[in-house]
């Protein structure tokens, strides 16, 4: 078996990995901390503490998210310089390390920002503007990564034989 094999597949894995942490952080991770009212009895967490508690677990998942950014530049172009160019690759792969960049550099560290000013900031038309479009580039990079693996996995036979 040749390395390469190995490392389009933990390139794989990486995308799909990555895909499955942004829908477990999106649509089970984030309901459960923000409707604690539904779940616990007799302790509630506000929206505001909820809000911080979840600040915390994007800022984390913010270094994974530079990693990918980091891989999915260099496997790209390690393909690009080999001859190996796909459109659709090339477009989905610069739609994940965009929305990665702009998640990370961007949106979390303004939303933890604001948090830190207090409960009174996150009341504001700006955080909510900005929370809203963190959620929109958060579903972009969940459909930026899930188009990079299928189609990936699509031309890997393809790369294999040469």
Do not use: C
């Amino acid at each position: 078996m040749n390395k390469r094999m190995f490392f389009d597949f933990g390139y794989l894995v990486m995308l799909a990995a990555t895909f499955g942490a942004v829908l477990a952080l999106g649509a089970i991770v984030a309901p459960v901390v923000f409707h604690t009212d539904k779940i616990l009895s007799g302790m509630l967490i506000d929206h505001y503490n909820a809000g911080i508690i979840m600040g915390e677990i994007f800022r984390r998942f913010s270094y994974w998210i530079y990693a990918v950014a980091f891989f999915v530049i260099l496997y790209e172009a390690a393909l690009y310089k080999t001859g190996k160019r796909d459109a659709i690759a090339f477009g989905s792969a610069f739609v994940v390390v965009f929305t990665s960049l702009l998640f990370s550099g961007v949106y979390s560290p303004k939303i933890l920002a604001m948090q830190a000013l207090g409960a009174e900031t996150t009341q504001s038309d700006t955080f909510a503007n900005i929370h809203i479009a963190s959620e929109i580039d958060f579903k972009i990079l969940a459909l930026g990564l899930i188009v990079l693996f299928v189609r990936r996995l699509m031309i890997l036979p393809m790369s294999v034989k040469k």
